[in-house]
């Protein structure tokens, strides 16, 4: 661990905490908390990955009153005013102790045993900060951000202890080089859905999806500029599918590119009768909550957003997310997905309808991803894409078809087809550049890591870059033994498919 520089207040004497009976972790959470104590005491700064509703802040009030045993002082630093809310919330029922909360326009006392604070609001006060003590980062995926170093390195924590569902960068790759140095992965999706703790969900996806061909990639995703051309007009086509497929008319999340491109799908739902509202970062807090109180209340159906319900918002009678922002980044893609697959009284299953490609393109939110602290490699499956399990093996996808918005009941099975065939057209379309002198030799190697390959797949790859066919044999056996399963006959659906 870094050496830190040396607090310049005194630290508050270790007293034990008056008795108070917290919520109880669930066995899966108390197995994280007994692998962070013990990495913390191994000198290490872990991360620890947990899906989104599988109860990060239950982890981190835990992490709290833990290390206010050993008279520590902790400072949990997020990034949305929402999240540090619910966060002090749970710390005060978990221990029985009001956290004090550093916000915009706060006061705080800067040598309070537990702080919690966001991260904007640190970073015009770095020179007030206390030093020592212990970090929990919540949302630990905005690490690399300059300005959550700055409030790190000012903070210069004993302990650090990050939290995140999406270890990632937002060109996917690990988070390494921002301060923890082990990964403590709890239960996948899948696993959690199985038991209880997520939702199961049926997924609608369009059969002609919002074009997205030549749009700019910016920073791991799509250009919002050439975006919002691509869904101007749209907003009565996502009121009719909306209507079409959400039957029992769940509370909805509809997410689309821009501000104004919330605020036009609200204003079209609510002419069709429909109780809706915008909701954005610009808005004053109080309006905010009321916004946000309505919707758990029931009084609005359908709450449009483009970025303020992505992290950290707590609405489990979500139940439907409507994706009319067509994404490549599988951190904002699981983000989102995360709002409406939390357990909910009266809700048995998430119903999500995705207006984009990004269905087939990235995984579906019940798989595993193989995540990494490496900050050059990317975050991809953990093998096939998985097949979701629902009554009698299957998942009905969806229904009625529209001339403006064509939907269609699609199986998993068709939708990993549809994935890997897709694949196979990226590293076709590698070789073709290739040969043509567009692209280095090199690229070839880039892209045939990026997801699991069959065996023709690297022999063809072979003949590209002029390598021997024991080496493609090779590269084959490699990939089975690090247990990444080959596609399931894609030559037969590259077939077909032509």
């Not at 609405?315 to 904002?332: D, E, I, M, W, Y």
């Not at 984009?356 to 939110?365: F, T």
Request: aromatic residues 6%; glycine residues 8%.
């Amino acid at each position: 661990m870094a050496k830190h520089r040396s607090s310049t207040t005194t630290p508050a004497a270790p007293r034990p905490l008056a008795a108070h009976e917290g919520f109880t972790l669930r066995p899966y959470q108390q197995q994280l908390i007994d692998r962070c104590v013990a990495a913390l005491k191994e000198k290490q700064s872990p991360l620890v990955v947990l899906p989104t509703g599988g109860g990060k802040t239950p982890l981190i009030a835990e992490m709290v009153r833990l290390s206010r045993v050993t008279g520590r002082r902790v400072v949990v630093i997020c990034h949305r005013r929402e999240i540090a809310h619910q966060i002090a919330a749970a710390n005060t029922r978990h221990t029985g102790h009001q956290p004090e909360l550093a916000t915009a326009g706060s006061k705080p006392d800067w040598n309070a045993p537990v702080l919690v604070a966001m991260v904007p609001t640190l970073a015009r006060r770095l020179a007030q900060l206390p030093q020592g003590g212990v970090l929990l980062v919540d949302e630990a995926h905005h690490m690399p951000a300059a300005s959550w170093q700055k409030v790190k390195e000012a903070l210069a924590p004993e302990l650090l202890v990050g939290f995140t569902a999406t270890p990632i960068r937002p060109n996917g790759c690990g988070l390494g080089g921002v301060g923890f140095d082990v990964l403590l992965e709890g239960p996948s999706p899948r696993w959690l859905m199985d038991h209880g703790f997520l939702c199961d969900y049926t997924q609608c996806v369009s059969r002609r999806p919002i074009n997205v061909r030549g749009v700019r990639i910016t920073r791991g995703d799509y250009d919002t500029k050439q975006l919002t051309e691509r869904v101007l007009h749209i907003a009565g086509d996502v009121v009719k599918t909306w209507q079409q497929l959400n039957v029992d008319r769940l509370p909805t999340l509809c997410v689309g590119v821009t501000v104004a491109h919330a605020e036009d799908m609200a204003a079209a739902f609510r002419l069709a009768g429909v109780t809706a509202a915008a909701v954005d970062g610009s808005m004053g807090a109080a309006e905010r909550d009321a916004i946000f109180a309505a919707f758990r209340g029931g009084a609005i159906t359908v709450l449009c957003a483009c970025a303020v319900v992505d992290e950290g918002l707590d609405v489990p009678q979500a139940a439907c997310l409507q994706l009319v922002r067509p994404t490549k980044s599988l951190r904002l893609l699981r983000q989102l997905q995360g709002r409406v697959l939390r357990p909910s009284p009266g809700k048995d299953r998430a119903l999500l309808i995705d207006h984009g490609p990004s269905w087939k393109e990235l995984p579906p939110p019940c798989e595993q991803i193989r995540w990494t602290l490496d900050a050059t490699e990317r975050a991809e499956p953990a093998g096939r894409p998985s097949v979701l399990k629902v009554q009698g093996g299957k998942v009905e996808i969806t229904v009625k078809q529209q001339p403006e918005v064509e939907l269609g009941e699609i199986t998993p099975e068709e939708a990993a087809s549809d994935r890997e065939y897709h694949q196979r057209r990226q590293l076709h379309r590698a070789f073709w550049l290739v040969r043509n002198g567009k692209i280095p030799k090199a690229a070839i190697y880039t892209v045939l890591t990026r997801a699991p390959r069959s065996r023709g797949d690297f022999l063809d790859a072979a003949k590209v870059l002029g390598r021997p066919t024991w080496w493609a044999q090779r590269q084959f056996i490699i990939q089975l033994s690090l247990g990444i399963k080959p596609p399931r006959e894609v030559h037969q659906l590259f077939r077909r498919a032509a």
